[in-house]
């Protein structure tokens, strides 16, 4: 076995067989990591607390996750449950462990909300981003080294976000509003090619040793696998969404924008309507656009979720002001 997977596996070994109580609460703060926390988490808070932070975060959401899209399939390692069957996981994963994205999208995302506010909360999310990437070695779904790497690679991220987003905003600004969606459309592409470009460093087949090892813990259905590395239909899906989110938060904006403050009672009304929308759109065209790997489904998979984000970027707040639950920021 490879010395660093061995150090890795004697290492989480050693926390499952010692400290087994950590389990529980690694699985909280892993599910903080999850795409079903920040399908809620990132509406939250564009829609009831900050419009801007929230626009903010789901730009980097998307972004980190193309980018570790792209560095998945380069480095095309695995995950220690696939190696050993020593550790238990918490979790069944199919796509590559380098980096981890969990370490990587926590670093990136908290790492905003965190730099927007007052030093204690940055010291509260640099401790949720510390407990996010360790409870992916707790729950044997990374490596050590996988870990780190999201944590490296999601520090750079945030801080070229951070230094650049000025300069690019006043840049981007001086566009016309048609021009501005065209960019976004074209950015979203360019996203999408990043992630793909690694499938032509990824390999063609696996060692079997991986899948046996995997579907030992979590046996796949018939005719189907238990790990699926290669699947690129997730990036799609992100893509779509930052084209929609960023579409229709273009749109609000050039309208005169959305002011995310008032009472908490209507912030919940808010909250409770956006996810009704978001849940028509995102679940009721997954029952009607097929699911297969062809090239139709995949542009219906951009769609839909394309039509998604911009019922959270633009349908929803313009709902909200149209039912005078919320007012318009002024901002542009």
């Known amino acids: 076995m490879n010395p660093i997977y061995e150090w890795g596996i004697n290492l989480i070994v050693a926390l499952q067989m010692g400290i087994p109580w950590l389990t529980a609460p690694m699985q909280f703060f892993s599910f903080l990591g999850t795409e079903e926390f920040f399908l809620f988490f990132l509406p939250f808070l564009y829609w009831c607390v900050d419009a801007r932070l929230g626009v903010r975060v789901g730009v980097m959401l998307t972004l980190s996750n193309s980018v570790s899209g792209f560095f998945k399939l380069a480095f095309h390692q695995p995950r220690p ?165 960023a579409a229709g938060v273009i749109l609000l904006f050039h309208q005169g924008g959305y002011d995310a403050r008032g009472e908490w009672r209507k912030r919940g009304v808010r909250f409770v309507i956006g996810v009704i929308g978001v849940a028509v759109l995102w679940l009721g065209l997954r029952m009607i656009f097929p699911r297969d790997a062809s090239l139709t489904s995949q542009v219906l998979r951009y769609a839909r979720y394309a039509l998604t984000g911009f019922w959270v970027g633009y349908g929803a707040p313009w709902a909200f002001l149209r039912l005078g639950l919320g007012q318009k920021s002024g901002l542009r």
Do not use: C
Not at 106 to 113: D, K, L, M, N, P
Not at 177 to 195: C, D, N, P, R, T
Not at 224 to 233: E, K, L, S, V, Y
């Open 81 to 245: 449950y696939w190696v050993s069957t020593l550790v238990q996981p918490g979790v069944s994963e199919t796509s590559y462990g380098i980096p981890s994205g969990h370490a990587q999208h926590a670093t990136t995302i908290w790492g905003v909300v965190g730099w927007s506010g007052k030093a204690w909360l940055r010291w509260l999310m640099v401790a949720l981003i510390f407990f996010i990437g360790f409870s992916r070695i707790v729950l044997a779904v990374h490596f050590p080294t996988d870990v780190l790497a999201g944590w490296l690679i999601g520090g750079v991220l945030l801080w070229a976000f951070l230094k650049w987003e000025t300069p690019v905003m006043a840049w981007f600004n001086r566009f016309a509003l048609e021009q501005k969606i065209g960019l976004a459309f074209a950015a979203s592409m360019a996203m999408l090619i990043v992630s793909l470009a690694g499938l032509a460093l990824a390999p063609s087949a696996d060692p079997p040793q991986w899948e046996a090892n995997a579907a030992h813990f979590f046996p796949p259905a018939p005719g189907g696998t238990a790990i699926n590395p290669r699947d690129t239909t997730g990036v799609v899906g992100v893509v779509g969404t930052f084209f929609g989110l």
